[in-house]
């Protein structure tokens, strides 16, 4: 390629994955409130077009020489000692914005077992952009798993990496990430060029995430809240809420934009589902940011969030939009699980395409190797993408929707359930084989994760060759016997 062509991809690229924001919907559970004392965080990587592999990768440990280190959106920043191992799932065309691949890496796990997924969108609103207007090249979405992952070995430690990085260089966007380990985990917001709150989540807790600023109702000096150098004065020096208030903070009306139905239906929908003993009126200027489950969460309970509509509910005529939608990218549910070895307390349950037409499988954090068809393919269409294949289900099912969705859902939530059963056995085989041989041990999560893949991705594609026989059934014309007898002697 020229380099004037390699100029003209590289804008379109980044023009096209601007389309991501204002998308994603999230979910956090505190260990208290799941069914085996994991931390969960969890995501759905929605997307403005419906067409956009992503590959499946592993960042090996590396050490790094003094100098700069420049991100795919331009950001450069002091590059550090060393790189820590992180697995990753970034977009197909990364290597056309950044030479390593490096770009829009969305959720991971790193050696410590601190995971991260970034990002649900947000808005800023017009009167803090104006005060700390948003910077570029700044930190992004794009960029931020590439420059946490690497580096961090608690989550805490994370949020204040992460927040020196905004303070010294500026953010670019308005955004909501999760960062956790086997301890905690926190929500982090992006409100302005400069400024950012961060809140751990309470253990007894969950918080369900759209695409505004959540945070609010937060002490600014309660050890569980970390927060942008002199945000308070910011506050009131600019004038972003009336009456600011340092025990009990509203960062999200501050900065962001409130009781916009785009996100509120979502907050209500998912706390409707986990906590149905507390009824709530819907579209609320702002929903409680933190909520108890009626019944502890479990990754099937999470996916059922991650996968649902106003189907049944009140909103069910008048939702403005759904937690599922056809442009997903992908989905993930990241578990840390503390009473696991330190090699298996990490696992990411990973779906490619439309979550409620797709399968979740999970992928142990020794897996550093995948097949071949989890890391090709194009936004084109194409039979060797595993992206193709899950998400090609979801395209034909729209056909005839009555048919083929219920169908689709009912061979995946059976599969899903298999591989519950199976994680749930596999982790009492770790454990057992862990005591006796640790690389063993290892070796034996990685195959079964890497079976996992080229299983489901085997069912995928005998569904679709199925659906597609069926579809071309369906449109033979109903000849009558005499005909059909004609047409069979010519």
Not at 156 to 161: D, N, P, R, W
Not at 340 to 347: A, D, K, L, V
Not at 394 to 420: C, G, Q, R
């Amino acid at each position: 390629m020229t380099k004037l062509s390699v100029t003209l991809l590289s804008a379109a690229v980044l023009s096209a994955l601007s389309m991501s924001a204002n998308a994603c919907t999230g979910l956090i559970v505190g260990k208290g409130a799941s069914v085996d004392g994991s931390i969960m965080i969890a995501r759905n990587e929605d997307f403005g077009i419906n067409n956009w592999n992503k590959y499946l990768a592993y960042r090996p440990q590396q050490i790094n020489e003094q100098g700069d280190w420049t991100l795919g959106n331009g950001l450069v920043v002091p590059m550090p000692t060393q790189f820590y191992a992180y697995s990753a799932i970034p977009d197909w065309d990364a290597l056309t914005v950044d030479k390593d691949g490096k770009y829009y890496e969305e959720r991971g796990i790193n050696q410590y077992n601190v995971a991260v997924s970034a990002t649900t969108s947000a808005e800023v609103n017009e009167k803090a952009a104006k005060a700390d207007p948003l910077v570029k090249p700044g930190i992004i979405e794009a960029v931020i798993p590439t420059l946490i992952l690497p580096q961090v070995k608690t989550a805490k430690q994370g949020v204040e990496l992460l927040g020196h990085y905004i303070e010294e260089y500026g953010a670019g966007e308005g955004n909501s990430l999760y960062i956790a380990d086997i301890n905690e985990a926190w929500l982090f917001e992006i409100g302005s060029g400069h400024h950012w709150i961060a809140v751990k989540v309470p253990d007894d807790s969950y918080a369900m995430i759209a695409n505004g600023l959540r945070i609010h109702g937060v002490d600014l000096d309660a050890p569980d809240v970390m927060h942008s150098k002199g945000l308070l004065q910011f506050v009131k020096q600019h004038k972003l809420l009336d009456k600011p208030d340092a025990r009990s903070f509203n960062f999200a009306k501050a900065f962001g934009v409130i009781g916009d139905t785009y996100n509120v239906d979502r907050e209500w929908l998912g706390q409707a589902m986990l906590t149905p003993s507390q009824v709530q009126d819907t579209r609320e200027q702002q929903y409680p940011l933190f909520m108890r489950p009626d019944d502890k969460i479990s990754v099937k309970d999470v996916a059922s969030v991650l996968s649902s509509t106003y189907e049944g509910t009140e909103l069910a005529e008048k939702g403005e939009r759904p937690i599922r939608v056809e442009r997903q990218l992908e989905s993930h549910i990241i578990q840390l699980r503390p009473d696991m070895p330190e090699e298996f307390q990490g696992i990411i349950w990973q779906s490619y395409g439309v979550l409620s037409e797709s399968v979740l499988v999970p992928l142990y954090t020794s897996l550093q190797e995948y097949p071949v068809p989890y890391t090709v393919g194009t936004d084109t269409y194409s039979d060797d993408s595993a992206y193709w294949q899950f998400r090609s289900l979801t395209a034909l099912a729209t056909a005839n929707p009555d048919k083929y969705l219920p169908m689709l859902k009912a061979t995946w939530d059976k599969e899903e359930s298999k591989l519950y059963k199976q994680v749930s056995n596999m982790d009492m085989l770790l454990k057992d084989m862990y005591n006796q041989d640790k690389a063993t041990a290892v070796e034996m999560a990685s195959d079964f994760s890497y079976g996992q893949l080229q299983r489901t991705l085997s069912m995928a594609t005998e569904i679709r060759y199925k659906m597609m026989t069926d579809l071309t059934k369906s449109t033979e014309k109903k000849y009558s016997e005499e005909e059909f007898k004609k047409i069979m002697s010519l």
